[in-house]
């Protein structure tokens, strides 16, 4: 599994923009990737700053290069 940083190159070296981890993290729990909970999480049951649409397709293109998701 390809690991945060690697992610963020990818997408800023393919679509020149920069991802928050937060975004990732985000569209990992929505592509059924299971995660750890991170330690400084505010709220349990919502994203304080979900995935913006405009970068989520960008974000399931890295999950597909890196094998993290099928590329359905």
């Not at 940083?5 to 070296?13: F, H, L, N, R």
């Not at 729990?29 to 709220?43: D, F, L, M, Q």
């Not at 994203?47 to 974000?59: A, L, N």
Request: aromatic share 10%.
């Amino acid at each position: 599994m390809a690991t945060y940083k690697e992610i963020q190159i990818y997408v800023k070296e393919k679509y020149g923009v920069g991802l928050k981890t937060c975004w990732i993290a985000d569209m990992k729990e929505k592509s059924g990737i299971v995660t750890r909970k991170a330690p400084n999480r505010i709220s349990e049951s919502e994203r304080v700053f979900p995935c913006p649409t405009q970068h989520q397709e960008k974000i399931r293109d890295a999950f597909k290069h890196f094998h993290m998701i099928g590329s359905v």
